[in-house]
T-cell receptor, first 114, second 115 residues
Framework: ETGVTQSPTHLIKTRGQQVTLRCSSQ?????VSWYQQALGQGPQFIFQ???????GRGNFPPRFSGLQFPNYSSELNVNALELDDSALYLC?????????????FGNGTRLTVT | DQQVKQNSPSLSVQEGRISILNCDYT??????FLWYKKYPAEGPTFLIS?????DKNEDGRFTVFLNKSAKHLSLHIVPSQPGDSAVYFC??????????????FGQGTILTVHP
């Protein structure tokens, strides 16, 4: 059973640039959620994709967008990067929207915006 | 607006003793609660969960207690082991419909278990 994998592991970008982060969900999982974890804070929900459709969004501006592909992998895109976007971005997958299927997290992508 | 709070940034415990990690929440719509453990350079790992219809759930050395009237939950680890040293996050969600997976996390508590 393959776990959740994220790429790249680290990334440095300049303010104003755009970035794409990628996530492969765990085998058999069809739901992907993205979280932002700032230093010293808990993860904060960005949005969730279920069967290729966005299924809820947290308090993030529209410059944060995403996609889920037919194989249930996912991308997080951030436009017009700001210094405050520097954080660990975590992807988590699960099976359906079921309580009995806890979120399985990847190791994250560390984004630094300078 | 911090809906889930872990007021202790850190906790230090001797090996073999009990570790008690606490979490408070303010949103009365939350009805499902989870604990995750996170090691450096790794993603959070699910530990244990509890539904609001229960007040206790046990899994091996880990027990979660829920006090709905106080909007408080706690994680007990007995006995504590050095390998338990990690950051522990409390998380909450509304279990119904399409809300599951949209977790609200606390800030985390760093647990250090000394040999």
């Amino acid at each position: 059973e393959t776990g959740v994998t994220q790429s790249p592991t680290h990334l440095i970008k300049t303010r104003g640039q755009q970035v794409t982060l990628r996530c492969s969900s765990q085998s058999g999982h069809n739901t992907v959620s993205w979280y932002q974890q700032a230093l010293g804070q808990g993860p904060q929900f960005i949005f969730q994709y279920y069967r290729e459709e966005e299924n809820g969004r947290g308090n993030f501006p529209p410059r944060f967008s995403g996609l889920q592909f037919p194989n249930y992998s996912s991308e997080l895109n951030v436009n017009a990067l700001e210094l405050d976007d520097s954080a660990l971005y975590l992807c988590a997958s699960s099976f359906d929207l079921s309580i009995s299927s806890p979120l399985h997290f990847g190791n994250g992508t560390r984004l630094t915006v300078t | 607006d911090q809906q889930v709070k872990q007021n202790s940034p850190s906790l230090s415990v001797q090996e073999g003793r009990i570790s008690i990690l606490n979490c408070d929440y303010t949103n009365s719509m939350f009805d499902y609660f989870l604990w995750y453990k996170k090691y450096p350079a790794e993603g959070p790992t699910f530990l244990i969960s509890i539904s609001s219809i229960k007040d206790k759930n046990e899994d091996g050395r880990f027990t979660v207690f829920l006090n709905k009237s106080a909007k408080h939950l706690s994680l007990h680890i007995v006995p504590s082991q050095p390998g338990d040293s990690a950051v522990y996050f409390c998380a909450a969600s509304q279990a119904g419909g399409t809300s599951y997976g949209k977790l609200t996390f606390g800030q985390g508590t760093i647990l250090t278990v000394h040999p």
